[in-house]
């Protein structure tokens, strides 16, 4: 299955340290940014599931960050929790009226960030914590490890079920080759992108049996999408 993916914002190390230990102890693919530039950049070219937010940062503060990524079609609905060391009320509102779902005051304690974590994605991304997706008459069982279509089981490869599993997450969505392989294969593992363009074929052979219409849409020039309906 492929785990939720959030994204820590935060210059204290010491701090950023314990949340990547807590989250991954969780099952979570976790990165951590210690710049507000550097992760502006970072989410231009991938959009996690969650994004964990601090106030202060360097370059860019955590408010102006968070207020782009709202003004962006690609992230004005990503779930962000904001971490300060500000618990004024009038820093609170104006922490969540520039668009943060979420409001944490440091010091806080582990087991409530790891509730609010999960209670966000609860929240604004069922799909990511969700056994069973469903996209069109496609139905995809994470813990049993299984596809189907139209009720008859399709058979597919690890690879061909991880790239199913993360394209049905992001229904309608384009991906890029590279962003397909930062998200199926992982960033520290070196693949050509034509390797995607075989594992999509096979994806699209297996799904459409070559009866059925084709749920895969290629976009020259840009990538792959699954179809909506």
Not at 38 to 52: K, M
Not at 174 to 203: A, C, K, M, P
Request: glycine share 6%.
């Amino acid at each position: 299955m492929i785990s939720p993916k959030i994204m820590v914002v935060e210059d204290e190390e010491p701090l950023g340290v314990l949340l990547r230990y807590n989250l991954e102890s969780e099952g979570y693919q976790v990165e951590i940014v210690t710049r507000g530039d550097e992760a502006e950049i970072r989410l231009q070219e991938n959009v996690p599931d969650l994004l964990v937010l601090d106030w202060m940062l360097p370059a860019v503060s955590g408010i102006e960050l968070c207020r782009r990524l709202r003004m962006r079609p690609e992230t004005e609905r990503l779930p962000v929790i904001m971490l300060t060391a500000r618990g004024e009320e009038s820093d609170r509102v104006r922490g969540l009226s520039t668009g943060a779902d979420d409001y944490l005051v440091k010091p806080f304690s582990t087991p409530e960030f790891m509730a609010r974590v999960k209670a966000l994605l609860r929240r604004a991304k069922p799909e990511v914590l969700s056994s069973v997706l469903k996209v069109g008459d496609i139905v995809l069982d994470r813990e049993a490890h299984r596809v189907y279509r139209r009720k008859s089981e399709i058979k597919l490869g690890p690879t061909e079920f991880r790239l199913l599993e993360f394209m049905m997450r992001h229904p309608g969505r384009v991906f890029s080759r590279s962003q397909l392989l930062d998200n199926v294969w992982g960033e520290t593992i070196y693949i050509d992108e034509r390797t995607v363009d075989v594992h999509v074929g096979r994806l699209r052979k297996a799904v459409n049996n070559g009866r059925m219409p084709d749920v895969i849409r290629t976009i020259r020039g840009s990538g792959y999408a699954i179809r909506e309906d």
